[in-house]
Each structure stands twice: as structure tokens, then as C-alpha cells.
């Protein structure tokens, strides 16, 4: 059984602040890694995505991949109010390679 | 560009009886993906469709069929609806397997 793993939250931050996401997976030959952000009763919606090692970074926002101790994280810098969601972390593996969502962490930040 | 798009928005049902959910992407995506999503569960794969003409189990299929009708649409059937099947339910569609996927807004379903 393929795990991604997430802390469910809330994670609970000030306006202006870095938020700090994270996700762990179990599987060694996983191939893509995506964050997704859910507002409450609303679909999915793709932040980012990464395949390598290393950071990459969009706006406020960074994807960070350490394979060898098989994490994922989310930054995100300037915190907003807006930025108030879930944050899904999904992780393609080997095999069938479709994505394995975590079960999200609910990120509040407060003004 | 409407993207990934489900019917209904919304559906109650009595025990047993039956639907289809369906959902169409205009993206030329060849990955169609059913997921359901109860509180506290994350998302769930139910089926999949890698490409046109194949159709997979996800995690948790029992009790629903799917359609892959052609390269746009795919759909979902529930034969027999039971409680355990009341959730939001999203299609989402990707280029292929491992690449970013987008999501329909969503169908909230309720069996009574």
C-alpha cells in the first residue's frame, strides 16, 4: 500500500508569515509529486508540481523534494488571508503511476 | 475554456437506486480519473482510464462501474446505491498518468 502522509492541521499562521507544509510518502520509486490547494466546498486546484531534487519556486510559493528521505514540502512566503485552504499533497509512484492524494492539511492564517 | 466538467452539481437518491455521473474534458487529455471525497478521508481513486479504451480499479471500486465513452467523456455508475456511497465525487483529467490533473467542480451526492 502506497502512503502519503500529511498532519491534518490546522496549522495556524500570521498574515505576512511563511507557512510551512509537509508530506511524507513510503514509496522509494515515486516519480511526481503535485500540491494541490482545496477552498472549502470546492474542487482541487494544481499549486505546483516537481520531479527532481531540489526547490522550485513560483511566485510565493516553493516545492521542496528530498528523495532520500522521501519528504515534499510546500513553503509559502507573505502568508494571506486568501491562502486560507487545504492543502492536498499528491504523489505518483511506481507501477501505475497514478497520483496518491494525502488527506490534506487545513492551513488558516489569521490577519 | 470550460476545462473538466461534471453532471449533476447535485443528486439525492434513495438505497438501490441507480445513476451515472458524467463528466467531459476538452483538454485532449488521454487520463480520466473518479475520486470520491468523505471528511477526514482525503481523496479516493475509484476507477481510472489511462487512455481511451482502458479502464482500471482504484482503491476503492466496489459498487460503481465506469464508461470511458471516447477520448472526452467518462463516466460513473452507481447500480445499486447504498449510504456508504453519499460523498462529493470529482473527475479529473490529466495529459497522462503522472502529469498534473484538473478537476471537475465536484458532485455532491446523498442516498437516503
Known amino acids: 500500500q502506497k502512503e502519503v502522509e500529511q498532519n491534518s492541521g490546522p496549522l495556524s499562521v500570521p498574515e505576512g508569515a511563511i507557512a510551512s507544509l509537509n508530506c511524507t510518502y513510503s514509496?522509494?520509486?515515486?516519480?511526481?509529486f503535485f500540491w494541490y490547494r482545496q477552498y472549502s466546498g470546492k474542487s482541487p486546484e494544481l499549486i505546483m508540481f516537481i520531479y527532481s531534487n531540489g526547490d522550485k519556486e513560483d511566485g510565493r510559493f516553493t516545492a521542496q523534494l528530498n528523495k532520500a528521505s522521501q519528504y515534499v514540502s510546500l513553503l509559502i512566503r507573505d502568508s494571506q488571508p486568501s491562502d486560507s485552504a487545504t492543502y492536498l499533497c499528491a504523489v505518483a509512484s511506481g507501477g501505475s503511476y497514478i497520483p496518491t492524494f494525502g488527506r490534506g492539511t487545513s492551513l488558516i492564517v489569521h490577519p | 475554456n470550460a476545462g473538466v466538467t461534471q453532471t449533476p452539481k447535485f443528486q439525492v437518491l434513495k438505497t438501490g437506486q441507480s445513476m451515472t455521473l458524467q463528466c467531459a474534458q476538452d483538454m485532449n487529455h488521454n487520463s480520466m480519473y473518479w475520486y470520491r471525497q468523505d471528511p477526514g478521508m482525503g481523496l479516493r481513486l475509484i476507477y481510472y482510464s489511462a487512455s481511451e479504451g482502458t479502464t482500471d480499479k482504484g482503491e476503492v471500486p466496489n459498487g460503481y462501474n465506469v464508461s470511458r465513452l471516447n477520448k472526452r467523456e467518462f463516466s460513473l455508475r452507481l447500480e445499486s446505491a447504498a449510504p456508504s456511497q453519499t460523498s462529493v465525487y470529482f473527475c479529473?483529467?490529466?495529459?497522462?498518468?503522472?502529469?498534473?490533473?484538473?478537476f471537475g467542480q465536484g458532485t455532491r451526492l446523498t442516498v437516503v
Open positions: 514509496d522509494r520509486g515515486s516519480q511526481s
Open positions: 479529473a483529467s490529466s495529459r497522462t498518468v503522472n502529469t498534473e490533473a484538473f
